[in-house]
């Protein structure tokens, strides 16, 4: 198809190409790197290549978002729905959902019968927790869409990492509350990452468990129907780890847990990063101002948005959900200092990140921290910090 779309303002060009279009298949070699890794070990005999999806998310895409730097260029207008109806972006994130079985299958064979002792085993391990991470990221780019196939292929693709609630939970409780102290997928001031997973990863499950079951009551069934999207992706989940411990037995046991796990982690710091420290304010009838674009943390490094469909232009998609990825545009809203792959390593040390994220969202709020979305743990001691104690 064309990259050319045609616009109608005059101040605009007539033309618009996507300077981007033939560089959205980078998530599709993402999705494969832990085959290339285990391919590259067996043919060179050098275990490190285990380890190849790891580097590239850890070591490599901070290296190159700094390298390349990045990218403001926004669609005009009328240029969106040209982008939005063209199929070659579809098809690309609908192509990557095999490529996860496929990633995943072979991880699963790997590590049962290539015999790299334990530190291949958690290369390749960790390798496919990053790509179940990715695989999240096509869940929720696709499950935002109202097509029946398209939320078919987010429950088939969110099966891989074992998240199957993810959409219920996403669509209708996360964008309802996003930056209030009610939705257990908004980080809050001074809430480590560690503290915030104890509370968002359970909290989502059951949040998206009651928004499922209220759904099915409506229509007069009970949450155990078989129309339970959640227990429909959870089933494929179900078969797909189960074939794999009767394929190859109990040694699959360690790869099925660290690469479930960890890609639960790739999901719940992306949402700790997205919205840290950011919240709407009550208006005077109780109810939540409108998410606006400083309700959310963004960051315009060109390859790691390739490499996440421009998961970090997330103003816009809270703004606009049904938005495809291609279309999504720059905002006004406050930047994170690096691209996701840096700010996961930032998070993982709370003193790092919280020297470089604190004076961020104070600054979103003019420094008035009684503004601010903190941590009811410590909200009197960040307050007498900040001289706002009894506030």
């Known amino acids: 198809m064309s990259?050319?779309?045609?616009?109608t303002s005059a101040s605009e060009p007539t033309t618009y190409r996507d300077s981007k279009r033939y560089w959205w298949w980078l998530p599709l070699f993402v999705a494969v790197s832990p085959t290339i890794g285990i391919w590259l070990a067996k043919t060179t005999g050098q275990i490190g290549w285990t380890w190849f999806t790891p580097f590239l998310w850890y070591v490599f895409l901070p290296i190159a978002d700094a390298l390349v730097g990045r990218d403001e260029s926004n669609p005009p207008d009328a240029a969106v729905p040209g982008l939005e109806a063209d199929g070659y972006y579809k098809a690309l994130a609908y192509l990557s959902v095999p490529l996860f079985y496929v990633s995943w299958i072979v991880g699963a064979w790997a590590v049962s019968t290539q015999h790299y002792g334990w530190i291949g085993y958690l290369g390749v391990s960790l390798g496919v927790s990053l790509t179940n991470g990715l695989a999240l990221v096509v869940g929720h780019e696709i499950g935002h869409k109202n097509t029946r196939f398209e939320k078919r292929l987010a429950q088939i693709v969110l099966?891989?990492?074992?998240?199957?609630?993810?959409?219920?939970?996403?669509?209708r409780g996360h964008h309802k509350d996003v930056a209030t102290p009610d939705d257990p997928a908004t980080s809050r001031f001074g809430e480590t990452l560690y503290e915030f997973v104890q509370r968002e990863i359970p909290g989502a499950m059951k949040r998206a468990w009651h928004d499922e079951k209220v759904r099915l009551a409506r229509q007069g069934r009970s949450v155990f129907s078989f129309k339970n999207e959640l227990l429909q992706s959870f089933a494929i989940t179900l078969v797909l780890y189960g074939a794999a411990l009767a394929f190859f037995g109990p040694i699959v046991i360690p790869f099925i847990v660290i690469s479930t796990f960890w890609g639960w982690q790739f999901l719940s710091t992306s949402n700790y990063i997205e919205h840290y420290g950011l919240l709407r304010q009550k208006?005077?009838?109780?109810?939540?101002?409108?998410?606006?674009?400083?309700?959310?943390?963004?960051?315009?490094?060109?390859i790691s948005n390739l490499?996440?469909?421009?998961?970090?232009r997330h103003s816009d998609h809270h703004a606009r959900p049904t938005r495809c990825y291609q279309a999504l545009?720059?905002?006004?809203?406050?930047e994170l200092p690096g691209g996701y792959p840096l700010c996961f390593t930032l998070a993982y040390f709370p003193p790092l990140w919280r020297a470089l994220m604190d004076p961020r969202v104070l600054a979103v709020y003019g420094g008035d921290i009684t503004k601010v979305n903190i941590q009811p743990s410590k909200?009197?001691?960040?307050?007498a910090r900040y001289g706002k104690a009894g506030a």
């Not at 208006?283 to 060109?302: I, K, M």
């Not at 545009?329 to 406050?334: I, L, V």
């Open 3 to 7: 990259s050319t779309m045609p616009t």
């Open 159 to 171: 099966a891989v990492p074992a998240y199957g609630h993810f959409s219920a939970e996403h669509n």
């Open 283 to 302: 208006l005077p009838d109780g109810r939540y101002e409108r998410c606006r674009p400083e309700h959310s943390w963004n960051a315009n490094h060109l």
């Open 307 to 312: 490499m996440l469909y421009h998961l970090q």
């Open 329 to 334: 545009r720059t905002d006004r809203a406050p």
């Open 379 to 383: 909200r009197q001691k960040i307050l």
